[in-house]
């Protein structure tokens, strides 16, 4: 689980298709190397990372990065299979314990990949429209939360499959979200309360049927 508070923007090294089983010829998963501010031998083998909002395992790793293995099926999902080396990446560590929920709970699963629509200054912030695709309606709402390429924020207005957010300038400064431009495609988790109360509702729909 994670909160949406982004602790580092790493920087992708590397990205190389690594061979399948060895009895066979196909090519396996996908493999990414990070570079990151983290100490990295406080980090497992093993061990939950959200990119940019999608929850990654670290398979190996060295002085300053580590590597991760992508599926066909999460690239198929998320915005990770365009990406190439130098892209800056929102990095956040799953939480423990001991960690403030300062954002807001954060499973590292991509609903969906969403499109900026527009960007522009007001005062001091900068204001986004996003454009979701029409499945994930049902779980954006003003007010509420959403994970956009893995920061909480909270969702300042909907208006037919887009919802607009305000990103002030710390958020901007710290994140990957203060270079998007219209065109970009983000990672999109809905609030993952909101999928448990449309499921709930689904099933209670279905039984009165």
Not at 186 to 204: G, K, P, S
Request: glycine share 12%.
């Amino acid at each position: 689980m994670f909160t949406g508070i982004i602790t580092d923007v790493g920087r992708l090294r590397e990205v190389t298709r690594v061979d399948g089983a060895a009895k066979t010829s196909e090519l396996g998963d996908t493999r990414m190397v990070v570079e990151t501010a983290y100490d990295t031998k406080a980090i497992d083998i093993g061990a939950s990372i959200a990119h940019s909002g999608a929850c990654m395992t670290v398979v190996e790793k060295g002085p300053g990065w580590y590597a991760f293995d992508v599926s066909d099926e999460s690239l198929d999902k998320t915005t990770l299979s365009d990406w190439t080396a130098g892209r800056p990446i929102n990095l956040e560590r799953a939480l423990t314990g001991a960690d403030e929920l300062g954002g807001h709970m954060v499973t590292g699963h991509v609903d969906a990949v969403g499109q900026v629509v527009s960007r522009e200054t007001v005062a001091g912030s900068t204001r986004f429209i996003i454009r979701a695709p029409k499945t994930l309606g049902f779980a954006i709402a003003p007010k509420g939360s959403i994970t956009v390429d893995g920061v909480s924020l909270t969702v300042n207005a909907v208006e037919g499959d887009s919802f607009g957010i305000n990103i002030i300038p710390h958020t901007a400064e710290v994140t990957t979200l203060g270079r998007l431009q219209p065109g970009d495609e983000v990672n999109l988790e809905i609030d993952v309360i909101a999928r448990y109360v449309a499921r709930y509702l689904q099933h209670m729909n279905a039984d009165r049927g």
